[in-house]
């Protein structure tokens, strides 16, 4: 009998200790947050991002803006009135993804990829098996990922969305492994489809060092004195300096001899008698400017690759891309807006990559195969013509330096009603949003 009681009064001491920590150390829930939990759907599936329900209601509550993270909720009008009336104000960011890239099946690949059709191991090995490191896989884990089934793998191998599906959650984001995706605000009606900030003066630069030993310069720079026609005759080099004027990369320098610097104050230095002409090896590109100019003939030079040059001048849109970029001042317009080819190529190949229309095409002679031209593995990558820029009639659209790509001002952009940037791009890589006005309620969240 006194075990009995014995045990009792431990029970009921325990209990009594257990009910003091319990109202001493109670955690009271907001309010706020508890409605929260009611109005979300409950399954804990962690698409948001969070843990569950619950710590995606605690963040909701201090931000939110967040709302449309919970796609099955933001799906639910009624849901999304029941957290704006919460709030007392609009719950959510009315935000879209968008796919930053129009290669797919138009960008070449590097390698044959027999692993799992993923994108994020497929980016582990090599970088990917895609010819441009900033272009999509086409494996589709952003499909795998989306919540509301709003993403679909088109014919080209490029994730399509279908913007009235897209909440802006970010999984898609989140899971590129590229990071071609990108959330804008809902009102955005174009983006620029493509992430590549291709400087095609890198691609030149390892270009000249391919055909650094394969071409010749050489030059008589210093006069001497020759026996002709019964006298002795001064010849060479007269710095008449034309060569340095025209030389496109500043392979060509006149510097004054160390032995008159000292006089430099006292009398005129002439470029004839008080300095010399230097060539670099490290610049030239021996494209022959300099011979042909050269009023003496004491350059010769010789070019490393030979080949051919031909361009459709009907499918030229007068970018000015092939002449701005020309190494070597090779091309210009004729009064007829026609492009005009002089004998100077150097057939690096550069004009073909950066034509938005391929109207150019240069070909390298066979014996001068292994050595390789500039070559767009992309067909779809922005070629930086700016006609884009060009187009705009709001001034919505400015070069990014940094980014090496055009960008939207979206404030500007979206009260337009031309979009005339769209019909001014000749590679459409500035697109239209795509919008669709069915309207599927989902139910069901896949989780990650």
Same mark, same amino acid.
């Given at each position: 009998?006194? %075990?009995?009681?014995?045990?009792?009064?431990?029970?009921?001491?325990?209990?009594?200790?257990?009910?003091?920590?319990? @109202?001493?150390?109670?955690?009271?829930?907001?309010?706020?947050? %508890?409605?929260?939990?009611?109005?979300?759907?409950?399954?804990?599936?962690?698409?948001?991002?969070?843990?569950?329900?619950?710590?995606?209601?605690?963040? #909701?509550?201090?931000?939110?803006?967040?709302?449309?993270?919970?796609?099955?909720?933001?799906? @639910?009008? %009624?849901?999304?009135?029941?957290?704006?009336?919460?709030?007392?104000?609009?719950?959510?960011?009315?935000?879209?993804?968008?796919?930053?890239?129009?290669?797919?099946?138009?960008?070449?690949?590097?390698?044959?990829?027999?692993?799992?059709?993923?994108?994020?191991?497929?980016?582990?090995?090599?970088?990917?098996?895609?010819?441009?490191?900033?272009?999509?896989?086409?494996?589709?884990?952003?499909?795998?990922?989306?919540?509301?089934?709003?993403?679909?793998?088109?014919?080209?191998?490029?994730?399509?969305?279908?913007?009235?599906?897209?909440?802006?959650?970010?999984?898609?984001?989140?899971?590129?492994?590229?990071?071609?995706?990108?959330?804008?605000?809902?009102?955005?009606?174009?983006?620029?489809?493509?992430?590549?900030?291709?400087?095609?003066?890198?691609?030149?630069?390892?270009?000249?060092?391919?055909?650094?030993?394969?071409?010749?310069?050489?030059?008589?720079?210093?006069?001497?004195?020759?026996? /002709?026609?019964?006298?002795? *005759?001064?010849?060479?080099?007269?710095?008449?300096? /034309?060569?340095?004027?025209?030389?496109?990369?500043?392979?060509?320098?006149?510097?004054?001899?160390?032995?008159?610097?000292?006089?430099?104050?006292?009398?005129?230095?002439?470029?004839?008698?008080?300095?010399? $002409?230097?060539?670099?090896?490290?610049?030239?590109?021996?494209?022959?400017?300099?011979?042909?100019?050269?009023?003496?003939?004491?350059?010769?030079? %010789? /070019?490393?690759?030979?080949?051919?040059?031909?361009?459709?001048?009907?499918?030229?849109?007068? =970018?000015?891309?092939?002449?701005?970029?020309?190494?070597?001042?090779?091309?210009?317009?004729?009064?007829?807006?026609? $492009?005009?080819?002089?004998?100077?190529?150097?057939?690096?190949?550069?004009?073909?990559?950066?034509?938005?229309?391929?109207?150019?095409?240069?070909?390298?002679?066979?014996?001068?195969?292994?050595?390789?031209?500039?070559?767009?593995?992309?067909?779809?990558?922005?070629?930086?013509?700016?006609?884009?820029?060009?187009?705009?009639?709001?001034?919505?659209?400015?070069?990014?330096?940094? *980014?090496?790509?055009?960008? $939207?001002?979206?404030? #500007?952009?979206?009260? =337009?009603?031309?979009?005339?940037?769209?019909?001014? =791009?000749?590679?459409?890589?500035? /697109?239209?949003?795509?919008?669709?006005?069915?309207?599927?309620?989902?139910?069901?969240?896949?989780?990650?």
């Amino acid at each position: 009998m006194i %075990e009995i009681f014995t045990i009792v009064a431990v029970g009921f001491a325990f209990a009594l200790i257990l009910s003091i920590a319990a @109202d001493r150390f109670k955690v009271v829930m907001d309010e706020k947050v %508890e409605k929260t939990i009611e109005i979300l759907p409950g399954s804990n599936c962690g698409a948001c991002g969070f843990s569950g329900c619950s710590a995606f209601a605690e963040a #909701l509550v201090k931000d939110p803006s967040l709302a449309n993270k919970c796609a099955q909720t933001y799906m @639910d009008k %009624e849901k999304v009135k029941a957290l704006s009336d919460l709030f007392g104000g609009e719950a959510g960011k009315k935000q879209k993804a968008v796919v930053l890239c129009n290669g797919g099946t138009k960008c070449t690949d590097k390698f044959e990829y027999d692993g799992e059709k993923s994108c994020s191991i497929a980016a582990n090995l090599f970088q990917g098996n895609k010819s441009c490191e900033y272009g999509c896989l086409g494996f589709g884990d952003c499909v795998k990922v989306c919540p509301t089934l709003a993403i679909k793998m088109n014919d080209e191998g490029i994730p399509l969305i279908n913007l009235d599906k897209c909440t802006g959650c970010g999984a898609c984001v989140e899971v590129c492994p590229r990071k071609i995706i990108k959330i804008v605000p809902e009102e955005v009606p174009v983006f620029v489809a493509c992430n590549n900030p291709t400087l095609w003066e890198d691609d030149l630069d390892v270009f000249f060092s391919s055909i650094h030993d394969k071409g010749k310069f050489t030059a008589m720079f210093d006069k001497i004195e020759v026996y /002709k026609d019964k006298i002795f *005759q001064t010849v060479g080099c007269t710095r008449c300096l /034309k060569c340095i004027d025209i030389c496109p990369r500043g392979a060509l320098e006149f510097t004054v001899l160390e032995k008159n610097l000292s006089n430099a104050d006292t009398y005129k230095i002439t470029k004839t008698d008080q300095g010399r $002409i230097n060539w670099s090896d490290r610049f030239c590109i021996y494209c022959k400017r300099c011979e042909k100019i050269c009023p003496e003939n004491v350059i010769s030079v %010789e /070019k490393p690759l030979n080949g051919s040059f031909n361009i459709d001048q009907n499918k030229c849109v007068e =970018c000015e891309n092939c002449i701005n970029l020309c190494p070597a001042d090779n091309l210009s317009f004729t009064e007829g807006k026609n $492009i005009l080819f002089d004998n100077f190529c150097i057939y690096c190949g550069l004009c073909e990559a950066v034509c938005p229309t391929s109207a150019i095409t240069v070909e390298v002679n066979e014996e001068d195969r292994p050595i390789k031209k500039i070559q767009n593995y992309c067909s779809n990558i922005c070629k930086k013509c700016k006609l884009c820029i060009d187009a705009c009639d709001k001034n919505a659209i400015r070069w990014d330096e940094k *980014q090496n790509l055009p960008k $939207i001002d979206y404030d #500007l952009c979206k009260d =337009c009603l031309s979009y005339a940037c769209i019909d001014s =791009c000749p590679l459409h890589i500035i /697109k239209m949003v795509d919008r669709e006005e069915e309207k599927v309620p989902v139910s069901i969240i896949v989780g990650r």
